[in-house]
């Protein structure tokens, strides 16, 4: 392995924040080709995209570095805690059960497509889906499962839950991009389209505006302009809730190993199993208490720079030559999102739910919180937050629905 340019990690975080400052610049113009480029590339995937270019050149690597390390063991659990804590159990209810449905039915699909899809490629083309230890492609798609049902945060954590090569991950990652941005293009396809297809599919929109309404009011009245004492309370409980999941995970690992050793299989000895799923579930605790109300003053916007950071760290894991040296995994990616968008479609049918519903519903699950706003503001400018709303219930059980859709990999795996 030869050394990169820059090994000082103070100059590497140094560079991957102009990088992630310089994409949000851009991202954020009001006006000419940076507006019109990120109308068309997501800026997530450039987040992940330039770092890995830096990687290719030779000028910071991932393996060389220890940030990937800090950022996964520190930034994402007080991410996920900081996503999580705005998690809003009666307002998700008053979004209606129709919007709920089809969220909860596009997890089912990331979660039973992954298995089905390995399973019908096991049978034509086995080889594609085998390998052992680190390297087998189950695990691999562990990854993916994170990311498709929760996010960037879950993505990383499944890498290490389930011990995922490195080598393994740089492949999952230009797979998860890929396929889950092409998906997105379809949906800002139809958006523009949503009232025909609504009309052909006899579905009543009129629940949307009402949503839309309601939603507007309930961020406008928690919000304020957060000052000092604010950010300081936001990362206090966001690292304060991960040393004690930390401090949890450390006696609840080796109980576990020690009194079952068999579970191990499961990753229940796993400690940084039981950070995430600690961190977690104090973010959903913490979110039925007072403390909810820090997502006035920016509790998941803090979050989601904690995750920024770790995408860029993940981007520097990524070979983009990757998407050359396997194309068999997209092709089973393909088939795995093929059997989430076919159960959204005739479940939503079914339902009659409105083609906002069935989009951010899986966009939700797919893209997360740094695209699910994306797509529902595609259909209405005030109706992202609905989005961000549907994408923080995917941070909540991506953890939970990841974890189950890798077991569920692991049985069917040749």
């Not at 809003?88 to 909860?104: E, H, N, Q, T, Y």
């Not at 949503?194 to 949307?208: E, H, K, L, Y």
């Not at 401090?247 to 579970?263: E, S, V």
């Not at 400018?381 to 989005?387: E, K, N, R, T, W």
């Amino acid at each position: 392995m030869s050394q990169p340019v820059f090994t000082n990690d103070a100059v590497v975080l140094g560079i991957l924040m102009v990088v992630l400052g310089f994409v949000f610049w851009g991202a954020n113009r009001p006006s000419g080709f940076w507006k019109r480029f990120y109308a068309i590339v997501p800026s997530i995937l450039v987040c992940y995209f330039l770092p890995s270019l830096l990687a290719t050149a030779g000028l910071i690597s991932g393996d060389v570095s220890n940030l990937y390390f800090v950022a996964s063991r520190y930034l994402l659990p007080a991410s996920l805690v900081l996503l999580t804590l705005s998690v809003d159990f009666p307002g998700l209810r008053r979004l209606g059960v129709k919007s709920l449905v089809m969220f909860f039915t596009g997890t089912v699909g990331i979660v039973l497509g992954g298995p089905i899809a390995i399973l019908a490629t096991s049978v034509v083309a086995p080889d594609l889906v085998g390998g052992a230890g680190p390297d087998a492609v189950w695990r691999g798609f562990t990854t993916v499962a994170g990311s498709w049902i929760g996010g960037g945060a879950n993505q990383a954590a499944m890498k290490e839950v389930f011990e995922v090569s490195d080598q393994l991950f740089s492949k999952m990652v230009a797979v998860d991009v890929i396929i889950a941005n092409l998906w997105m293009a379809v949906l800002l396809f139809l958006a523009g389209r949503s009232d025909a297809v609504d009309r052909r599919t006899g579905a009543d929109a009129s629940a949307i505006h009402e949503l839309r309404d309601r939603v507007a009011a309930y961020q406008a009245s928690i919000a304020r302009i957060p000052n000092l004492g604010d950010t300081m309370a936001i990362l206090a409980v966001g690292f304060g809730a991960t040393a004690v999941a930390h401090a949890l995970a450390d006696w609840l690992a080796p109980a576990i190993q020690q009194a079952a050793p068999a579970l191990e299989r499961y990753s229940l000895t796993s400690g940084f199993f039981w950070i995430v799923v600690l961190a977690t579930t104090l973010g959903l605790a913490l979110s039925l208490t007072p403390m909810r109300r820090l997502e006035g003053v920016g509790a998941s916007r803090i979050g989601s720079v904690l995750l920024y950071v770790l995408v860029a760290t993940i981007g520097m894991k990524m070979n983009i030559l990757a998407v050359f040296e396997n194309p068999g995994l997209f092709v089973v990616a393909a088939l795995w999102m093929l059997v989430h968008v076919t159960l959204l479609l005739l479940v939503g049918r079914l339902i009659r739910a409105p083609l906002f519903f069935v989009a951010v519903g899986s966009q939700a699950n797919v893209g997360g919180a740094a695209s699910a706003p994306i797509v529902a503001s595609a259909f209405h400018p005030a109706l992202a937050p609905v989005g961000v709303l549907l994408a923080v219930l995917g941070y909540a059980i991506g953890t939970y629905g990841a974890w189950l859709c890798g077991q569920l990999m692991r049985i069917v795996a040749p």
